[in-house]
């Protein structure tokens, strides 16, 4: 395990990418409502008839909470203020963001499992490629203790069927799904390249970040997009070799929260 890594968790065992039902929350939640508060709200809401109150609260306080309710829930906020003007697959990019923020495992098995194979020209990624992975993590003291066989397998399918949820992967029950088409959308770019200047990380070193892997994208390719918000008028973009400046318009995210949802 890499210095400061986060073990590898059964966390998805809650909930995949839950895009549905995680738009609905975000209609539910508002500002300084606790993942409890939530859950009652939902519960009183009628808007789940088909999920227990156990379940519903296992979403709430293991899929919801880690992923859009953590440092100040910021991340909540600026979706529900999104999603009146986000498309769906749009606001799925956004889930699938902090969806590998909150779970090293999926981010990882993007970044190390599904973008090699579509770079490769493979068309189908399987439940048993994502089991190599897992078990070489475990190999690799990824988790902070060896996962029996039926876990493997389990957090195998989860591993594909989050993919599945979020736009990357075929749906359906299924244990070997084709590779779909899958491209970052401009207002996902500008969202995140904002979250991560806002969050500290230094011009030079937003290209290289790992959240831009996830949608496949190397140094240069992320200079592209970059540069492509720079002709929309959200920033300003000057490259020198490997140095890059960038002149930011927004003075905060709710600034860029407007602009996108005005856009």
Same mark, same amino acid.
């Given at each position: 395990?890499?210095?400061?890594?986060?073990?590898?968790?059964?966390?998805?065992?809650?909930?995949?990418?839950?895009?549905?039902?995680?738009?609905?929350?975000?209609?539910?939640?508002?500002?300084?409502?606790?993942?409890?508060?939530?859950?009652?709200?939902?519960?009183?809401?009628?808007?789940?008839?088909?999920?227990?109150?156990?379940?519903?609260?296992?979403?709430?306080?293991?899929?919801?909470?880690?992923?859009?309710?953590?440092?100040?829930?910021?991340?909540?906020?600026?979706?529900?203020?999104?999603?009146?003007?986000?498309?769906?697959?749009?606001?799925?990019?956004?889930?699938?963001?902090?969806?590998?923020?909150?779970?090293?495992?999926?981010?990882?098995?993007?970044?190390?499992?599904?973008?090699?194979?579509?770079?490769?020209?493979?068309?189908?990624? &399987?439940?048993? %490629?994502?089991?190599? +992975?897992?078990?070489?993590?475990? !190999?690799?003291?990824?988790?902070? @203790? #060896?996962? $029996?066989?039926?876990?493997?397998?389990?957090?195998?399918?989860?591993?594909?069927?989050?993919?599945?949820?979020?736009?990357?992967?075929?749906?359906?029950?299924?244990?070997?799904?084709?590779?779909?088409?899958?491209?970052?959308?401009?207002?996902?770019?500008?969202?995140?390249?904002?979250?991560?200047?806002?969050?500290?990380?230094?011009?030079?070193?937003?290209? &290289?970040?790992? %959240?831009?892997?996830? +949608?496949?994208?190397?140094?240069? !390719?992320?200079?592209?997009?970059? @540069? #492509?918000? $720079?002709?929309?008028?959200?920033?300003?973009?000057?490259?020198?070799?490997?140095?890059?400046?960038?002149?930011?318009?927004?003075?905060?995210?709710?600034?860029?929260?407007?602009?996108?949802?005005?856009?």
């Amino acid at each position: 395990m890499k210095p400061g890594a986060r073990p590898y968790t059964t966390q998805l065992q809650a909930g995949l990418g839950l895009v549905n039902e995680t738009k609905t929350l975000l209609e539910l939640w508002s500002p300084g409502m606790t993942a409890t508060q939530l859950h009652q709200a939902a519960l009183d809401s009628g808007r789940f008839p088909t999920i227990t109150a156990r379940r519903l609260r296992n979403i709430v306080t293991e899929c919801f909470a880690p992923r859009y309710l953590v440092a100040g829930a910021k991340q909540a906020a600026h979706l529900k203020k999104l999603s009146a003007t986000l498309s769906t697959a749009e606001l799925a990019q956004l889930m699938l963001i902090f969806t590998s923020r909150a779970n090293p495992i999926l981010g990882d098995f993007i970044r190390q499992v599904y973008w090699p194979r579509y770079a490769g020209g493979y068309r189908e990624i &399987t439940n048993d %490629d994502a089991r190599v +992975f897992v078990e070489r993590a475990i !190999d690799d003291s990824q988790t902070s @203790k #060896r996962w $029996s066989e039926t876990t493997v397998r389990r957090v195998s399918a989860y591993l594909t069927g989050c993919c599945a949820d979020y736009g990357m992967l075929e749906r359906g029950l299924r244990s070997r799904r084709a590779i779909l088409p899958f491209r970052i959308t401009t207002p996902v770019t500008a969202y995140l390249v904002h979250d991560l200047h806002f969050s500290g990380v230094p011009d030079n070193a937003l290209l &290289t970040h790992e %959240d831009w892997q996830l +949608f496949g994208l190397a140094r240069e !390719d992320v200079l592209g997009e970059l @540069k #492509r918000l $720079s002709l929309k008028g959200l920033m300003i973009v000057q490259a020198a070799g490997d140095v890059i400046r960038i002149g930011w318009k927004q003075q905060d995210m709710e600034a860029l929260r407007d602009v996108l949802s005005k856009s």
